[in-house]
């Protein structure tokens, strides 16, 4: 079974949560297996410049089916697949993606975070995963 709303409730509310621990203001994204929009929070003082990165941070996850910052050693300079950032209508390849999967390991969606500094939106995504495993 894909991703439930419930399970994209608890994402969005994990996430929700750690952002207000570190005082950050984000957008948070979840997307389900086929990288379409399931669910959307945009806090309270959260940039509106943000959402669109957290969407792109989520897309990128779901299509590459591992965290953003992981797909950036693929197109780095001198790497083999330098400027893969700009196919799918544009990547993001910094923190704050993270693919959600079920107890079998099995991708079945993706969070997108984005508003703070690289680090915070990794620690909210992060944050906001985990609450997969629980549902």
């Known amino acids: 079974m894909g991703l ?4 994209a409730d608890s994402v969005i509310a994990a996430g ?8 950050v203001p984000v957008n948070i994204v979840v997307t389900d297996q086929g990288g ?13 410049g943000s959402i669109e990165i957290a969407q792109s941070k ?5 299509l590459f ?18 400027g893969l950032e ?6 993001i390849v910094f923190a704050g993606g993270i693919p959600l999967r079920d107890a ?3 991708v079945i969606g993706a969070v997108g975070v984005s508003g703070g500094a690289v680090q915070q939106d990794f620690s909210v995504a992060q944050a ?6 629980s549902k």
């Open 86 to 91: 700009q196919t799918n209508g544009g990547l």
């Open 16 to 23: 929700k949560e750690k952002a207000i621990a570190i005082a």
């Open 65 to 82: 089916e591992m965290n953003t910052e992981a797909v950036f050693e693929f197109c780095k300079p001198g790497a083999p697949s330098f």
């Open 58 to 62: 989520a897309k990128t996850a779901i």
């Open 104 to 106: 079998a390991g099995t």
């Open 36 to 48: 379409f929009l399931k669910a959307f929070a945009r806090m309270d003082g959260a940039l509106l």
């Open 128 to 133: 906001a995963a985990i609450a997969i495993t």
């Open 4 to 7: 439930t709303l419930e399970q």
